[in-house]
């Protein structure tokens, strides 16, 4: 796997609310994409962020990437209910194969 | 634009069937990946094509699954025969394929398959 820890989690917090989660992967990788997915839909690119870059900030969302220990993170300040989501990182260690996803996060924000 | 569509939507199978879900890509998109998902997994590439051409069939699926890009705009994944475990959600993706690190993927909302 290329994923170096079972990254599958759960997070309940209020809106309002700041949410960190995290990654890590096992090879190299220039890019490291985080997506969400909410409830019967398929997962949307939120940010990409690429392996010279060790921050990507887009609206509320801010990503990291720390390639010395390859491990990255995304998070999300003053959480809404509307981010309710599984939140996957992938990455594309092995393009030839597409991207390859993290377990994921699921976060659920209560009003 | 319209995005990645599947059908059907939701496909109930018994043991043994089979049955072929349906991929349209974002038009204009050069790669099309399908994936399988689980609670315990994740999400698992079972197929992946650039340009119509077969890169990647999912090595431990292949026996039973198989995937075809019969045009540009059209690719269909059959399981034949169904097992109860291939009870999951099926996702297509899509994306430009122009070569590069950190080509977007675009994903439809997914066939969930139950198998009896």
């Known amino acids: 796997s290329q994923w170096g820890e079972e990254n599958l989690q759960a997070l309940s917090i209020q809106e309002g609310e700041d949410v960190t989660m995290n990654c890590s992967y096992k090879?190299?990788?220039?890019?490291v994409q985080w997506y969400r997915q909410k409830s019967g839909k398929g997962p949307a690119q939120l940010i990409l962020?690429?392996?010279?870059?060790r921050e990507k900030r887009s609206g509320r969302l801010r990503a990291t990437l720390d390639t010395s220990s390859q491990s990255s993170s995304l998070s999300i300040t003053g959480t809404l209910a509307t981010d309710t989501a599984v939140y996957f990182c992938?990455?594309?260690?092995?393009?030839?194969?597409?991207?390859?996803f993290g377990l994921g996060t699921r976060v659920s924000v209560f009003p | 634009d319209a995005g990645v569509t599947q059908t059907p939507r939701h496909e109930v199978a018994e043991k043994g069937q089979t049955i072929i879900l349906k991929c349209e890509p974002v038009?204009?998109?050069?790669?099309l990946f399908w994936y399988r998902q689980t609670k315990i997994q994740g999400l698992e590439l079972l197929s992946y094509?650039?340009?119509?051409?077969?890169?990647?069939d999912g090595g431990a699926f292949k026996d039973r699954f198989k995937a075809e890009m019969l045009n540009s705009s059209f690719s269909t994944l059959k399981i034949q025969p169904t097992e109860p475990k291939d009870s999951a959600v099926y996702l297509c993706?899509?994306?430009?394929?122009?070569?590069?690190?950190?080509?977007?993927?675009?994903f439809g909302p997914g066939t969930r398959l139950l198998v009896l």
């Open positions: 992938a990455t594309d260690d092995n393009y030839a194969q597409g991207l390859t």
């Open positions: 090879t190299y990788t220039t890019v």
């Open positions: 094509f650039r340009s119509k051409s077969l890169m990647e």
């Open positions: 038009s204009g998109h050069n790669d």
């Open positions: 993706a899509s994306s430009l394929g122009w070569g590069g690190a950190g080509d977007t993927q675009y």
């Open positions: 962020i690429r392996s010279n870059e």
